[in-house]
């Protein structure tokens, strides 16, 4: 015979008492009594045949069965939160919130938001700039991201968005100064995280044995090395999606048209429950088709570049 569940006010009082360690504390978030969590607690341990308490002292502890229970009530509560918040964003016209880097909004999204809007004028897109990796199953107000790395993140579908390639790029003044990819041996290269070893991958490309000398990292933010490249700060390296515009209209140069394959690549996540949802596919299938729009002019730009009379 099936048991009755809890009521959904007992596991709320559980769950804030849990949380907080605390009856008192839990009867205040929630505007009750302290006696009525107290008998809500009291009926719940009753209802499940174990108790879910115990006090050491004058702390309130959770027992075994407290902390197994407390991990499914949150899991539990987070999928009805998050089950709400989708029909609210799947109203009348739905609000799609895309987390990614600052770099990635201002150097390629926004330039294109008009055509995503022309294309899907029933959703309206949300941009959220963030250095931080998301935990989506916690921050329930995002719907998807973009995030740069090698397609691995637990709990995410990871779609490559295209086989980005990596090249220098530097500004007209500091390209005259450069003949061949062994004059970069000698110049202040711009870098991210030293982990990454971009720098190495283009000097193989080059076919350069010498190792790169050690890249000055100015800034974690890609924008601000490019910002920093067209003031003559240094030589950025760069990645063609993000800087097939300012090479299209001067703002920076390509001083030699080799190109090597990133090892690290751009990916559109999101979590598995949430791929087939008609916005999140929407956004999806327009950033793949966008992305390998916008490099697929980059050779011919670099190329023109370098037999321009």
């Known amino acids: 015979m099936s048991r009755a569940l809890p009521s959904l006010n007992a596991i709320r009082v559980f769950e804030a008492a849990a949380r907080h360690g605390s009856f008192s504390r839990a009867a205040e978030e929630l505007s009750v009594t302290q006696s009525a969590v107290s008998?809500?607690?009291?009926?719940?341990?009753?209802?499940?045949?174990?108790?879910?308490?115990?006090?050491?002292?004058?702390?309130?502890?959770?027992?075994?069965?407290?902390?197994?229970?407390?991990?499914?009530?949150q899991e539990g509560l987070g999928v009805i939160k998050r089950g709400t918040d989708r029909l609210f964003r799947l109203g009348s016209r739905p609000v799609l919130t895309i987390s990614t880097l600052p770099s990635v909004i201002s150097k390629w999204l926004v330039p294109r938001l008009h055509d995503f809007e022309r294309q899907h004028p029933e959703i309206s897109l949300h941009l959220s700039a963030s250095y931080q990796v998301i935990d989506f199953a916690v921050s329930t107000d995002i719907d998807a991201g973009i995030r740069f790395g090698k397609g691995q993140w637990a709990g995410l579908v990871a779609d490559l968005i295209l086989d980005d390639v990596i090249f220098p790029v530097c500004n007209r003044e500091v390209a005259r100064r450069l003949k061949t990819p062994r004059d970069l041996l000698r110049q202040r290269l711009l870098g991210e995280q030293p982990n990454w070893d971009l720098w190495d991958a283009w000097f193989v490309a080059a076919g350069l044995e010498q190792p790169p000398p050690r890249p000055d990292r100015l800034s974690d933010d890609f924008n601000v090395q490019l910002q920093a490249a067209f003031f003559g700060h240094g030589i950025a390296l760069a990645r063609g999606m993000l800087v097939a515009d300012d090479l299209r209209e001067g703002r920076l140069v390509c001083p030699f048209p080799i190109f090597a394959p990133s090892p690290i690549q751009y990916y559109f996540v999101s979590l598995p429950e949430r791929r087939r949802e008609p916005p999140v596919r929407a956004i999806r299938n327009w950033l793949l088709n966008a992305a390998q729009e916008s490099v697929a002019d980059l050779r011919a730009i670099v190329a023109g570049s370098h037999h321009s009379p």
């Open 39 to 73: 008998r809500q607690i009291h009926h719940l341990e009753q209802q499940i045949g174990q108790l879910l308490f115990v006090r050491n002292g004058p702390r309130l502890a959770l027992t075994e069965s407290g902390r197994e229970y407390r991990a499914v009530v």
